[in-house]
């Protein structure tokens, strides 16, 4: 079983700073199934990156993914007020898994 | 617009069991798979179960075999999530979540989620 960990579990950062979210898979993973998401409290999670660094629709381009193998990134250039969430990463497969997220919250 | 939308909050004993129901809207039911998470407070995301709304085929880790039981009816458009045997552990909000795919059958993440019901298990 592939296992994702995130870090840092907290990022704390001012609004305009760059966030860099980091997503290590146990094992070498296809970047194709990498996937991030945004998820607020009290809401369901929301679709921000899929195949590791495409943008879904409506995705604001300050939202990037990189990554390959068993490393991943997803970087936020300049943090607006509403960005301040819990960032997940996924691997969808046969049994998806997600790692723990990385809550990025205001300084 | 395109949307999931599941059913409301349950309270549930020990042993009991709970079905969640996640309604379609704005596309074609029987067109995207169906997936179904959980979400303990303050815990990261666990996948429940799977389904193919226009086989009925489903899949589950073996966490929840036995235990977890995904139906539709595809007049409604709705996909349902049962688990029995409840315990404690089992509080949660529960997420479906539809599966998008191109027209190349390639990933394109799950783009569209229910709002989450919460069960809560409790004496």
């Known amino acids: 079983e592939i296992v994702l960990t995130q870090s840092p579990g907290t990022l704390s950062l001012s609004p305009g700073e760059r966030a860099t979210l980091s997503c290590r898979a146990s094992?070498?993973?296809?970047?194709?199934?990498l996937t991030w998401y945004q998820q607020k409290p009290g809401q369901a999670p929301r679709l921000l990156i899929y195949g590791a660094s495409s943008r879904a629709a409506g995705i604001p381009d300050r939202f990037s993914g990189s990554g390959s193998g068993t490393d991943f990134t997803l970087t936020i250039s300049r943090l607006e007020p509403e960005d301040f969430a819990v960032y997940h990463c996924q691997l969808y497969g046969s049994s998806p898994t997600f790692g723990q997220g990385t809550k990025v919250e205001i300084k | 617009q395109v949307q999931l939308v599941q059913s409301g909050a349950e309270v549930k004993k020990p042993g009991a069991s709970v079905k969640v129901s996640c309604k379609a809207s704005g596309y074609t039911f029987t067109s995207s798979d169906i997936y179904w998470f959980r979400q303990a407070t303050g815990q990261g995301l666990e996948w429940m179960a799977w389904?193919?709304?226009?086989?009925?085929?489903?899949g589950s880790p073996q966490k929840f075999q036995g235990r977890v039981t995904i139906t539709r009816d595809t007049s409604i458009s709705t996909a349902y999530m049962e688990l029995s045997s409840l315990r404690s552990e089992d509080t949660a909000v529960y997420y479906c979540?539809?599966?998008?795919?191109?027209?190349?059958?390639?990933?394109?993440?799950?783009?569209?989620w229910g709002q989450g019901t919460m069960v809560t298990v409790s004496s």
């Open positions: 979540a539809r599966l998008n795919l191109d027209q190349y059958y390639y990933y394109r993440g799950m783009d569209v």
């Open positions: 094992q070498s993973v296809t970047s194709s199934y």
């Open positions: 389904m193919n709304p226009n086989s009925g085929n489903t």
